[in-house]
């Protein structure tokens, strides 16, 4: 009976109408439905892009390029922060200027929807184990030598170029280029001596440590249509990288996400296995810019430049992803999977392929288009369309050697290897047959040569040999330097022309040492300089007893009248303007050996005196008398009066004349008496009158008073003498109007301000 009273009537409502909460309790199933509907359609869309492995097309898609900047960080007590080279433990670059960083270039794979990259890692691994306290201070004292001693060998080039600055001027074939020299190395000098002190703080400092700084580049390759001519170009998308973590063997860069037209590797459990050889290897060309995507044949990927393979993926059973390659193993997709699975967490990494793969599954097709900041790109799979290997891979073996990669019509075409007879080996690009584009040949002597190639010719390039020298410019058909380039190595630098491999033409040499050599070579050899005479220049004669005496007439000097009008008569010299020259100095012969005297040496010397022209006194050195006789005999008749130029030494002895008084040793030391007893007598440095072949034949024996001397030099060539000299004398066939016959001409090795300190500093006292 209680029963009965709690039951509810059942009321029935009238066919057609539905109350409130059915309607809510059908809107609910309807949810329910549609969310497992979306839910089964998610599983088999991360199914399809997580667990199904990845086949060619999507390896292709999901390579890019890694480029890593290396450097340790050092800082100084006074917050001072040095950069030290990873790759070479230095603080400069081969050539002199302050490291910044070293680069690290690899192919990687995307191995998440959301961008994260794997990378090999052994360079790195290596830069990341830092120098110890104690490595670290072993490291900077080796540093503190080098730079020191790079300091002394600077300072020997600075003088050189000081020494030509002060001696050329624009006007001279070269100036400006060896101006520019001069300029970089006067600044990497300052450099230099800046970081000797900087390291020496360092040092000081006990507590100094080095800290591994990097950036990383991540970038993929995209096609780009043009509308108007129906082809793809080749682009490329560019974003920075976050390392995440590494090991001996591989990187985890993380981005900002997968970019437009890029997939990722689905390193599957269930069917990632070994690498089979007869599939293919995905790479990104290392040896050109354009970090171009190409597909290579693993059974041959041996056969190519392991370090432009470096970071592909070998594809493995059934052509899924199997292997990463590095520089000198593979690793399996086994243990990516697990240092990637260890490092972001599997279901972590599950989670974030399932976004990705399930919005692409919403929102593209195979063929539709994505948007990115280079413009309209094609997705992935037409990227990969451009590189089917299947059609063009192969290895062939002929007459010439071994080629390992893509052929056109039995011809190599793209990238490939060739591994000449001869123990050559070329790697790069490839058209009609030919080398064509950037590639690298590394000859049987070691000697590589990279750069642009155009049907078989290296145009254009760079040429390292084994010792370290390294030329830059262009190359013959022979791959010899030809045209113009530079050549540098550890003793010094030539820029200019060459031919056949040798220095010919105009060019300029640098070396520690050396005079600065800037002015016409033939056959690898310098010939000398070909100046251009100006208005500009100061030129000055010297003059003996055989300007006015000539075929027995007294002829007189007319010295109000003193212009240089030609300054060689038998011409072939160049000159710029018309040749009226005012003499600017003029030097007299006073005496020769211990007997003879210039009868007209006192009037001519009084004559310019007179007219305030600079003039100066030479002596004729004889072999068959004693050096201080002859000094004494001199200082006795030239009579040198305060202001007067420096006096000379003309010593011109045969080397039948050099032997008969005892050898050159005795020729330096009655020299030496000569020039110590006049130099006391004058108060200044006296002056030595030699040839250029006297000078290449003996002075590099002669004792420290000879060459302490300033030399004035007899060369009568179109060449200007390659020694540091004071006056040049340039020709014995020169015509001056005042003056009856030929006349010496000489010209002052400098600028008419130097010739004036010249005269203040170092005349007669």
Request: net charge neutral; glycine share 10%.
């Given at each position: 009976m209680t029963e009965e009273r709690n039951a509810q009537p059942i009321v029935t409502a009238p066919q057609g109408f539905h109350s409130t909460a059915d309607t809510k309790w059908q809107k609910a199933r309807r949810r329910q439905k549609l969310t497992r509907w979306l839910a089964a359609v998610m599983v088999v869309a991360v199914w399809w892009g997580h667990f199904l492995p990845s086949r060619l097309a999507e390896d292709v898609n999901a390579v890019c390029r890694v480029d890593i900047a290396a450097w340790y960080e050092l800082?100084?007590?006074?917050?001072?922060?040095?950069?030290?080279?990873?790759?070479?433990?230095?603080?400069?670059?081969?050539?002199?200027?302050?490291?910044?960083?070293?680069?690290?270039?690899?192919?990687?794979?995307?191995?998440?929807?959301?961008?994260?990259?794997?990378?090999p890692a052994e360079t790195f691994d290596r830069w990341a184990a830092v120098p110890t306290a104690d490595s670290l201070q072993r490291i900077l004292a080796g540093e503190l030598e080098r730079l020191k001693a790079e300091s002394v060998r600077l300072k020997d080039l600075q003088r050189e170029l000081a020494y030509y600055a002060a001696t050329h001027s624009v006007v001279d074939d070269g100036y400006n280029e060896v101006m520019a020299r001069k300029a970089e190395?006067?600044?990497?000098?300052?450099?230099?001596?800046?970081?000797?002190?900087?390291?020496?703080?360092?040092q000081d400092a006990r507590s100094t440590r080095a800290q591994l700084k990097f950036?990383?580049?991540?970038?993929?390759?995209?096609?780009?249509?043009?509308?108007?001519?129906?082809?793809?170009?080749?682009?490329?998308?560019?974003?920075?990288?976050?390392?995440?973590?590494?090991?001996?063997?591989?990187?985890?860069?993380?981005?900002?996400g997968l970019p437009a037209g890029a997939d990722f590797v689905a390193l599957s459990p269930r069917f990632g296995g070994r690498a089979d050889g007869g599939r293919a290897v995905t790479v990104t060309a290392a040896l050109d810019?354009?970090?171009?995507?190409?597909?290579?044949?693993?059974?041959t990927a041996h056969e190519l430049d392991r370090a432009a393979l470096t970071g592909g993926c070998v594809a493995g059973r059934?052509?899924?992803?199997?292997?990463?390659?590095?520089?000198?193993?593979?690793?399996?997709?086994?243990?990516?999977?697990?240092?990637?699975?260890?490092a972001l967490g599997y279901w972590h990494w599950w989670w974030l392929d399932a976004q990705t793969t399930f919005k692409?599954?919403?929102?593209?097709?195979?063929?539709?288009?994505?948007?990115s900041q280079v413009g309209h790109l094609q997705t992935g799979h037409n990227l990969a369309s451009r590189y089917r290997a299947a059609e063009t891979l192969t290895t062939r073996i002929d007459s010439l050697g071994r080629y390992a990669g893509f052929m056109v019509q039995g011809r190599p075409e793209g990238y490939g290897t060739m591994r000449y007879a001869d123990g050559s080996a070329?790697?790069?690009?490839?058209?009609?047959?030919?080398?064509?584009?950037?590639?690298?040949?590394?000859?049987?002597?070691?000697?590589?040569?990279?750069?642009?190639?155009?049907?078989?010719?290296?145009?254009?390039?760079?040429m390292t040999t084994i010792d370290g020298g390294v030329y830059q410019g262009r190359f013959d058909s022979s791959l010899r330097p030809s045209g113009h380039g530079q050549w540098r190595d550890n003793t010094g630098t030539y820029e200019g022309e060459w031919l056949a491999g040798r220095r010919n033409g105009f060019g300029f040499a640098i070396t520690q040492g050396a005079i600065v050599k800037a002015g016409v070579w033939r056959d690898d050899k310098f010939r000398g300089e070909q100046m251009i005479y100006t208005a500009d220049r100061v030129y000055g004669i010297d003059i003996s007893r055989h300007q006015h005496e000539i075929k027995k007439k007294i002829h007189p000097i007319v010295w109000d009248q003193l212009r240089i009008a030609d300054i060689d008569r038998a011409g072939g010299r160049r000159i710029n303007g018309t040749q009226d020259y005012p003499v600017s100095f003029v030097y007299i012969k006073a005496t020769e050996g211990t007997t003879i005297v210039n009868r007209y040496y006192a009037a001519d010397a009084a004559a310019a005196r007179r007219r305030s022209l600079p003039v100066g006194a030479y002596h004729f050195f004889s072999t068959r008398s004693g050096g201080a006789a002859q000094a004494r005999h001199f200082i006795a008749k030239a009579r040198m009066q305060r202001g007067d130029m420096a006096p000379v030494l003309d010593v011109e002895p045969t080397d039948r004349q050099i032997a008969a008084m005892g050898g050159p040793e005795v020729l330096f030391r009655e020299m030496a008496a000569w020039v110590r007893m006049v130099k006391v007598a004058s108060g200044t440095q006296p002056v030595l009158y030699l040839s250029q072949s006297f000078i290449d034949k003996y002075m590099a024996n002669a004792p420290k008073t000879l060459t302490e001397c300033p030399v004035w030099i007899a060369r009568y060539s179109a060449f200007k003498p390659y020694?540091?000299?004071?006056?040049?004398?340039?020709?014995?066939?020169?015509?001056?109007?005042?003056?009856?016959?030929?006349?010496?001409?000489?010209?002052?090795?400098?600028?008419r301000e130097g010739f004036m300190e010249y005269l203040k500093q170092s005349g007669v006292k």
């Open positions: 800082v100084t007590p006074s917050a001072d922060t040095l950069r030290l080279s990873p790759r070479s433990l230095r603080f400069t670059t081969a050539d002199g200027r302050l490291f910044t960083t070293d680069s690290l270039k690899s192919g990687g794979l995307y191995v998440s929807g959301q961008g994260h990259v794997v990378a190395t006067d600044s990497i000098g300052q450099l230099t001596d800046s970081l000797i002190d900087r390291v020496k703080a360092l950036d990383i580049t991540v970038s993929h390759a995209v096609t780009i249509p043009d509308t108007k001519s129906g082809q793809t170009a080749l682009g490329i998308i560019s974003a920075s990288g976050r390392l995440i973590t590494h090991n001996t063997n591989l990187l985890l860069i993380e981005t900002d810019e354009t970090k171009q995507v190409v597909a290579i044949d693993a059974a059934g052509g899924c992803f199997g292997a990463m390659l590095t520089e000198s193993d593979t690793v399996a997709a086994a243990q990516i999977r697990q240092f990637v699975g260890a692409r599954t919403l929102t593209l097709t195979d063929d539709g288009p994505a948007r070329y790697t790069g690009e490839w058209h009609n047959g030919r080398r064509q584009g950037h590639g690298m040949l590394t000859d049987s002597s070691r000697t590589t040569y990279a750069g642009t190639w155009q049907a078989d010719t290296l145009t254009v390039g760079t020694v540091h000299l004071l006056h040049w004398q340039l020709s014995p066939r020169g015509r001056v109007r005042g003056i009856t016959g030929d006349v010496d001409i000489n010209v002052y090795n400098g600028k």
